[in-house]
């Protein structure tokens, strides 16, 4: 049967690829020219700290998908983050009161080289890339995000973990006065997540800074948020300030709070069910009222690369 | 009792039309939404929530009426009810097509596996079901014809409310605010019917009684 879709989103809204591209290679070139007069470490601090100002030099990276990516304007009116309140608009109506620069990231634990590094430094010293990724939601729905960041084993690598280092958790900044869904205890704040050393490591696995070759809205998770597109997306902690390598599994938090329907992997998984909802098939945004949900593949389409992390686990008793 | 009732005569055919195009409004508002494309990214879920809260209000509104009733002593309240639990019904068959539609795309096998799995669809289309029986004999030929019993019947209205709240609570994920306000009226609301719920029946009618008012027995 054909199921016509409506054009709900008016063809005037979708701003071209190229047009934005084009913009980009504009504003770079407009920044360059600003770098020479004024001089290289002028340009590097150069960038303002607002969201959607753009990202300079940003490689494409072979780990995107060629699906078409979801809108910008979709994806930062659309998000799951509870300290901007639990409403899916609320993040972005509140996100003018968190203020991401300064911010530091403490980086501690079993490493040889523990520290602190900031957002701009980070900025600086790790290539970025844009990475278009699936990211499947644990309340099956999906988006396609074209991503900028860098590989998270990068910036693990510098800090030197030793053997101990089994697990790495990571934290989101707890500060009520700018992140208001924290003034009442929905979730136990701050929100923390953790990965097994070798999931933090893998290649897909990165930090991001930006999306659609700018940098990240507050409400998606700004200034530096983690990305692991084969996992249900709470496991992708934003507003990240402390990292932590660890010996034993850290606490997450959905994990913590309701273990029966959030486990620790929560990898993407249409055998393993929530309790109170299927996940064999998802809802992308953006599709409009009368598209059909979609199948729902196994560690969200990136099996090919991540499935032999688990080898040998029962993945229904992992979840 | 005869005396008050020529004084609200022309109350009750004035306010059915109002409460008509009230119940209405929160539908039309979606429709409107829907067309000028400001439902936002997740349109179903949107229709989803919305006509099940518009469904739990007005149920909880139909719940109001007695409570409010004794409490004010305007017995035309009750003339109201029947309007406010057909549209609660019909939200709750919006809510429920939705999900059979636009959400499971009629996929039968998994709508089934749906109620009988997840408690929060299992309850919520118990209370569907409940409802149905009460839409279908809310006319005044089936009042009469039911007799003593239409009360009994329409008793599962109580039984309505607990399972729609109980829907409610049991598929939020984290913060149980609203679902428990929701809660906290029916609670309220079932209380006051209860015997102990006697004592500001008792209260009010001591206030109408001491501002002189004769016809006291309306009250009950």
């Given at each position: 049967?054909?199921?016509?879709?409506?054009?709900?989103?008016?063809?005037?809204?979708?701003?071209?690829?190229?047009?934005?591209?084009?913009?980009?290679?504009?504003?770079?070139a407009a920044m360059a020219g600003v770098g020479a007069a004024v001089g290289g470490a002028a340009l590097l601090s150069a960038p303002a700290a607002r969201a959607g100002a753009p990202i300079a030099d940003v490689r494409p990276s072979r780990f995107s998908t060629d699906e078409t990516p979801t809108e910008r304007e979709?994806?930062?009116?659309?998000?799951?983050?509870?300290?901007?309140?639990?409403?899916?608009?609320?993040?972005k109506r509140n996100a003018a009161q968190l203020q991401t620069?300064?911010?530091?990231?403490?980086v501690e634990g079993a490493c040889e080289a523990p520290g602190v590094i900031g957002i701009e430094d980070i900025l600086r010293d790790f290539p970025q890339e844009e990475r278009i990724y699936r990211l499947r939601c644990v309340e099956a729905w999906a988006m396609v995000v074209p991503w900028v960041g860098f590989p998270l084993a990068a910036l693990l690598k510098r800090f030197k973990p030793t053997s101990q280092a089994k697990y790495v958790a990571f934290e989101t900044l707890y500060d009520p006065k700018m992140l208001p869904g924290q003034r009442r205890r929905v979730l136990d704040w701050p929100y923390r997540e953790g990965l097994r050393m070798d999931e933090a490591?893998?290649?897909?696995?990165?930090?991001?800074?930006?999306?659609?070759?700018?940098?990240?809205?507050?409400?998606?998770?700004?200034?530096?948020?983690?990305?692991?597109?084969?996992?249900?997306?709470?496991?992708?902690?934003?507003?990240?300030?402390?990292?932590?390598?660890?010996?034993?599994?850290?606490?997450?938090?959905?994990?913590?709070?309701?273990?029966?329907?959030?486990?620790?992997?929560?990898?993407?998984?249409?055998?393993?069910d929530h309790p109170r909802w299927s996940q064999k098939s998802h809802r992308m945004i953006g599709e409009g009222?009368?598209?059909?949900?979609?199948?729902?593949?196994?560690?969200?389409?990136?099996?090919?690369?991540?499935?032999?992390?688990?080898?040998?686990?029962?993945?229904?008793?992992?979840? | 009792m005869a005396a008050t009732r020529p004084r609200v005569d022309w109350l009750v055919p004035t306010l059915k039309p109002v409460l008509f195009a009230a119940c209405l409004l929160p539908l039309l508002l979606l429709v409107w939404r829907l067309v000028d494309g400001t439902i936002g990214p997740n349109p179903v879920e949107v229709i989803t929530h919305d006509t099940g809260d518009w469904a739990l209000r007005l149920l909880l509104a139909t719940l109001a009426v007695t409570p409010l009733r004794r409490l004010t002593g305007w017995r035309w309240l009750v003339r109201l009810r029947r309007m406010l639990g057909l549209f609660a019904f019909c939200y709750a068959m919006l809510h429920f097509?939705?999900?059979?539609?636009?959400?499971?795309?009629?996929?039968?096998?998994?709508?089934l596996a749906d109620i009988a799995k997840r408690p929060y669809i299992t309850v919520g289309f118990?209370?569907?079901?409940?409802?149905?029986?009460?839409?279908?004999?809310?006319?005044?030929?089936?009042?009469?014809?039911?007799?003593?019993?239409?009360?009994?019947?329409?008793?599962?209205?109580?039984?309505?409310g607990v399972l729609a709240v109980l829907h409610?609570?049991?598929?939020?994920?984290?913060?149980?605010?609203?679902?428990?306000?929701?809660?906290?009226?029916?609670a309220a609301l079932l209380a006051a019917r209860m015997p102990c719920g006697d004592w500001w029946r008792r209260c009010c009618r001591r206030r109408l009684v001491g501002a002189g008012r004769q016809d006291v027995s309306a009250v009950r």
């Open positions: 049967m054909l199921i016509k879709r409506p054009n709900d989103i008016p063809a005037s809204e979708i701003t071209p690829q190229s047009v934005y591209l084009r913009r980009r290679e504009l504003l770079r979709l994806i930062t009116s659309y998000n799951n983050f509870y300290e901007l309140g639990t409403d899916k608009g609320d993040p620069r300064p911010w530091q990231v403490v490591m893998h290649p897909l696995t990165m930090l991001a800074t930006g999306l659609y070759g700018e940098l990240l809205p507050s409400q998606n998770g700004a200034p530096l948020r983690l990305v692991v597109p084969w996992k249900y997306g709470f496991k992708s902690i934003k507003s990240i300030v402390r990292i932590t390598f660890t010996e034993d599994e850290p606490p997450a938090t959905w994990n913590r709070m309701q273990p029966n329907e959030y486990g620790f992997y929560a990898n993407v998984n249409p055998d393993v009222l009368f598209a059909r949900k979609r199948p729902t593949l196994k560690f969200n389409g990136y099996g090919e690369q991540v499935a032999a992390l688990y080898a040998g686990m029962d993945l229904a008793k992992f979840y | 097509t939705t999900y059979l539609w636009l959400d499971q795309f009629f996929d039968w096998q998994a709508i118990a209370a569907l079901l409940l409802m149905l029986p009460l839409a279908v004999t809310s006319t005044k030929g089936w009042q009469r014809r039911l007799g003593a019993r239409w009360k009994q019947l329409h008793r599962l209205v109580y039984a309505i409610y609570l049991w598929l939020v994920k984290a913060d149980l605010l609203e679902p428990a306000i929701y809660a906290g009226v029916l």
